[in-house]
């Protein structure tokens, strides 16, 4: 994963844990899914998002580069990204988004799928999931990257 690496440097894009429901982390992990709608998004570059798959999965199900993100309308945002794999239909979208005046398109790159699901409680002490997401620190990303075989050791 390119973003992988970059992610892990102090002056690199930020690391996030993102909450998502098992329905939509699926169709990210099979590429149906190329955007990912949020009503906040983190104010710090964010170079990947560790998927985790909220109850009743409650596991790291995958690693999604985040190749930007569209700032607008729930309208506009809709609009721009119907083309990309949305997830579901307008109407869903506009109840999720109903009361903002601004709404975020997470543009989703490349995905990487872990050997088997993984357990957030064996990578995060006292683990509780975020509700939108969270960012993680250098060592938690590395943590996660072994799990996924894409770091050799945790420091």
């Known amino acids: 994963m390119a973003n992988f690496q970059e992610c892990l440097q102090p002056e690199g894009p930020s690391g996030i844990l993102l909450s998502v429901k098992p329905r939509f982390a699926e169709l990210i992990l ?3 899914k190329k955007v990912e709608f949020r009503r906040t998004w983190a104010a710090k570059p964010v170079g990947l998002a560790v998927i985790y798959s909220s109850s ?5 199900v995958g690693i999604v580069g985040i190749n930007g993100t569209f700032v607008a309308s729930p309208s506009k945002v809709w609009n721009k990204c119907l083309s990309l794999g949305p997830g ?3 109407q869903e979208l506009m109840e999720y988004f109903a009361g903002k005046d601004e709404a975020y398109g997470v543009l989703l790159g490349e995905v990487t799928l872990p050997p088997q ?6 990578l995060f002490r006292g683990f509780r999931p975020p509700q939108s997401y969270r960012y993680l620190s250098a060592t ?9 075989g894409l770091t050799e050791e945790v420091r």
């Open 88 to 90: 579901l239909q307008r």
């Open 117 to 122: 699901p993984v357990s957030p409680k064996s």
């Open 140 to 148: 938690e990303l590395r943590r996660v990257g072994k799990q996924f």
């Open 56 to 60: 009743p999965v409650q596991r790291i």
């Open 30 to 32: 099979t590429g149906a």
